[in-house]
């Protein structure tokens, strides 16, 4: 299918920066573009640190600390994306917003570039409706954060996309050492955040329910389901367990499960209360900490289990 030498990344939010510092582990030319310069600093700082996170711990090549000063910043996002091979998208989480950007994008970009959007649950379809005349070139391309820590990446083509663009930007994936989850049908959530968010749907209702406290359901999942998983999946485990007993099982439970079609009114109470995550110092916890240092925490438990892993196979 051939390889991609340019690749233009549109928002230099998490996202973005995460893009940049895999896709130059994999030698390829970046552009990074936003609409402002405060997030293209931002970007830069966040791609260094990245780069040196990623060296300390043995998990890229020491030259990755000075490959990442060749990403390139712009404002111009026309001029950014005339030569790409791969446009990809992590703007705002808004049909409205993406549907804009693609319809500009097909003028914009190369007639043969792949135009991919990050949405983490938006339908491509939907996203490709005002650019009907390069849908064929637009697909769902969603990572899973940081970019440059977990391996699978969901590929989901829309309704018009064609299977040549399905087809090389599973390459693509392949080239920038990542594993695509082909996305069969282009339904809301597609793999990864329904089952996110079936999961933290029942973990509320447990909680509300008053079967187990917020801070037991959390250490429940992290050091045991989610432990666990990270050797085996779902499916692996009911075949290791056996069909019948989880059958057996699923005819107990299931009845008794979460079937709310409405996010959890928690949600709305700790939003009235000023409560929207880390970066208030409150959410379903309460944080003490710099939200950076948060989430450094997080990354280095990931790289833990991925330098464990890794060791295992080799």
């Keep these: 299918m051939g390889t991609f030498d340019e690749v233009t990344i549109i928002g230099a939010g998490a996202m973005g920066h995460g893009f940049a510092v895999q896709f130059v582990r994999s030698g390829i030319d970046v552009t990074v573009v936003d609409h402002r310069d405060v997030n293209l600093d931002r970007a830069r700082e966040q791609i260094?640190?990245?780069?040196q996170f990623l060296v300390e711990r043995e998990l890229a090549d020491p030259?990755?600390?000075?490959?990442?000063?060749?990403?390139?910043?712009?404002l111009d996002r026309e001029e950014a994306v005339a030569g790409s091979d791969l446009v990809l998208e992590?703007?705002?989480?808004?049909?409205?917003?993406?549907?804009?950007?693609?319809?500009?994008?097909?003028?914009?970009?190369?007639?043969?570039?792949?135009?991919?959007s990050n949405t983490s649950g938006l339908p491509i379809t939907d996203i490709a409706a005002e650019a009907s005349e390069v849908a064929d070139r637009i697909i769902g391309c969603h990572w899973w954060y940081?970019?440059?820590?977990?391996?699978?990446?969901?590929?989901?083509?829309?309704?018009?996309t064609s299977d040549r663009t399905v087809d090389r930007i599973r390459s693509f994936l392949?080239?920038?050492?990542?594993?695509?989850?082909?996305?069969k049908r282009d339904v809301p959530g597609f793999v990864w955040n329904r089952v996110q968010h079936a999961v933290v749907r029942e973990c509320l209702h447990i909680v509300e329910e008053g079967?187990?406290?917020?801070?037991?359901?959390?250490?429940?999942?992290?050091?045991?389901?989610?432990?666990?998983?990270?050797?085996?999946?779902?499916?692996?485990t009911v075949d290791?367990?056996?069909?019948?007993?989880?059958r057996t099982s699923a005819a107990d439970i299931y009845p008794d499960l979460c079937d709310r079609e409405t996010p959890n009114p928690s949600y709305e109470h700790r939003l009235a209360e000023g409560k929207t995550g880390i970066e208030a110092g409150a959410g379903f916890f309460e944080y003490d900490r710099d939200p950076d240092e948060i989430t450094a925490h997080r990354d280095e438990r990931v790289s833990a289990i991925r330098r464990a892993l890794r060791e295992r196979d080799d």
């Design 211 to 236: 079967i187990a406290s917020r801070e037991d359901v959390n250490r429940a999942i992290r050091d045991g389901y989610a432990t666990r998983t990270a050797a085996i999946g779902p499916l692996e």
């Design 90 to 116: 992590t703007v705002a989480e808004d049909l409205g917003v993406k549907q804009e950007l693609f319809a500009e994008l097909a003028t914009e970009a190369n007639e043969d570039a792949i135009l991919a």
């Design 174 to 183: 392949q080239q920038v050492d990542r594993d695509p989850v082909l996305v």
């Design 240 to 246: 290791i367990a056996g069909l019948e007993l989880f």
């Design 146 to 160: 940081p970019p440059y820590l977990l391996r699978p990446v969901e590929v989901i083509p829309g309704k018009r």
């Design 63 to 74: 030259a990755l600390e000075a490959d990442v000063a060749t990403v390139d910043y712009t």
């Design 48 to 51: 260094r640190n990245a780069a």
